[in-house]
């Protein structure tokens, strides 16, 4: 579909060239191409199709793009480089938006597929974990919730710095989730998302448990093929929560499930250290309310040798710091379901 549009819509010169088809999403398509003015420098080049309002481009998708691109001024090293957003308006009242990443080699899926065995070893995990919540906690303490955190969505550069991508652009998408029936895998969403109930930053910390589990595994941890087999796949391992931490005003009543015991981390797990299995723990708590935050896990003594300070400096540069549990954060209280 983008096919029949492609190199001939760039607003004013054609400073991209479209070089290959990286992946095809939910919302568009991710090419790789060269930045002609800038040596031939890879790129890889988000398209996202939006439906255009009466008086032009919807306000949401413009404020959350003037937000990645304020992000940018802090060239924080675990997100990926948005170097350059062009627009251009086609018919029927659609605007095609083009997002300019630094392109980087590989995603977490295929730097775990190629991990040669016995995997990845403990200190390269502790390193990949540590800059995974860096990440997360540079966009949570800019009030950006992920939402889709997951292998795909986290980049690994030649040199082993861990980027992530494809965040805050839920808003951007807007309401045209709900109209493009694409599968999204389930497997590291959160219980209280799977449960349509009011979600915020947390929903990110349980994805990184369940990524923290694969980085050991190489495979991933909770592998539903449905919202209950989810729901129930999660519950097997964990055990069933307790009545009183189950969300107010959900269909899904808490009964409804069996009364699973929790199993101990080290018969899933097997290689993961104590001190290991006590973050991982706090990160795949039911209750997003008691779930660690990303600036609480980074201050966890499973990463007592890890440079903190690093991280410090560029949270501090924030001009929106909030506390890390800011679960009634304005911003990240839309239902991604919905
Ligand atoms: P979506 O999931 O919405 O299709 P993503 O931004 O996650 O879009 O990109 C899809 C795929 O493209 C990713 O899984 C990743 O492998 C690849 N990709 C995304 N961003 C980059 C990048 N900056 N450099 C290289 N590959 C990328
Ligand atoms: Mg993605």
Redesign the pocket.
Known sequence: MAQSNRGRQDSGEHQYEEVSL?????????Y?GRDLKNEGQF??M?MIRIQNTEEGMPMSAIREISLLKQLEAYEHPNI?RLLDVRHTQSLGGEIQLKLV???????L??YLEKCPSPGLGPDKIKDLMFQLLSGVDFLHSNRIVHR?LKP??V?ISFDGQL?L??FG?ARVYGFQMALTQVVVTLWYRAPEVILQAQYATPVDMWSCGCIFAELFNRRPLFCGESDIDQLIKIFEVRGRPIESDWPQNVSLPWNSFQAFPPRSVSSYIPEMDPVGMDLFEKLLTFNPHRRISASDALRHKYFKDCDIDSVRTTSSLSPTSTSESDSTDGRSDTPVSK
């Open positions: 990286i992946g095809k999403g939910a919302y568009g398509v991710v790789k790129v890889a988000k990926v990443f630094e392109f980087i080699d590989q995603d899926t295929t889709d795909q969505n980049l980027k991508a494809d652009l």
